[in-house]
């Protein structure tokens, strides 16, 4: 291999480290995308055709609206893989809400989500806002009741919609989250609620923060993070409480408009969903059965309705009449 080949293959894994999945296991993902992925529904955004899986559950009913979930896979990820790793299906035929996995793009690298700040980003925030008024034109949609969540990635992605789509977003999850943008970058002063899960032992996303021993980047502490989060929503000091023998709930009450903060943390977990489809743990570390992170996450979700559903489907960040 010579000197350019070998460069870009180092530069390729760091990027897909840093967002997702581990290189290795993305080495095959364009095999097993083409084998076992399926989506059942597509629009056209920005020019582009973008695709999503979407679960209705059986006992939908049009005359009374449900909850829509909007689950995000990883960078090198896909909807399928999500939707098996964080198993949200089961649960949303146990509870009567609709699931969407949206598809993030493949372009030049891995199929990601675009959480840097650019063109990418408002193309993907566009996509994600002209998803939710598809759905809520075809179904029963409760408008207070649209939550996000992602694993690595699709977290990072989750905290962007928070930014920018907080007047259609009723409250967000992060998994193993990848945050890469800076808190001055959301100008949005909605108190977004917000549940988190991390590992200790994540080998991809420290969660004392650092640089990976696999990817350049300099990543956030995680605790310092959520504190920060706390404070946006003008939380008071947090609590923390035993919740199984490897995790910890660290939650902030007395937030602005009820909008809560917790972070889950995971003793010894790794760059995965707790209590949801285990990945290789010689790639990314144990998961964790201490605790359903789905299920966790969905009667957070319940807690939190939005107050003041929105009237417009145009992301908040960009106007009306801006080009893709």
Known sequence: M????????????AVLILLGLPLVLALSQEISFSVRNRTNGTIVSSGQKRTYLLHVPPGYRRAKPASLVISLHGAAGWPVQQMETSRWNRLADEQGFIVVFPSGLESAGPRLWHVGQGAGLERDVRFISELIDALSAAYAIDATRIYANGLSN???????????????????????????????????????????????????????????????????????????????????????????????????????????????????????????????????????????????????FREHPLRHAASASVPSKLSATEEP
């Not at 009723?170 to 890469?180: D, E, L, P, R, W």
């Not at 949005?188 to 004392?208: E, L, N, S, W």
């Not at 995971?266 to 209590?275: A, L, M, R, Y």
């Open 2 to 13: 010579d000197g350019t080949k070998r460069g870009g293959t180092i530069v390729s894994g």
């Open 154 to 300: 699709g977290g990072a992605m989750a905290f962007v919609l928070s930014c920018t789509l907080s007047d259609r977003i009723a409250a967000i999850g992060m998994v193993a989250s990848a945050q890469t943008l800076p808190w001055s970058w959301c100008a949005d002063r909605r108190a977004v609620p917000m549940i988190a899960f991390h590992g200790t032992k994540d080998p991809i996303i420290p969660y004392g923060g650092g640089r990976s021993p696999i990817a350049p980047d300099l990543f956030p502490s995680v605790p310092v993070w959520t504190a920060r989060w706390a404070r946006q929503n003008g939380c008071g000091a947090s609590v923390e409480s035993r919740m199984a023998a490897d995790v910890t709930r660290i939650a902030y009450g007395g937030c602005t408009d009820a909008a809560s903060v917790v972070l889950y943390r995971v003793e010894g977990g790794g760059h995965s969903w707790p209590g949801g489809k285990p990945l290789p743990e010689w790639l990314v570390g144990t998961t964790s059965d201490g605790i359903d992170a789905t299920r966790v996450m969905w009667e957070f």
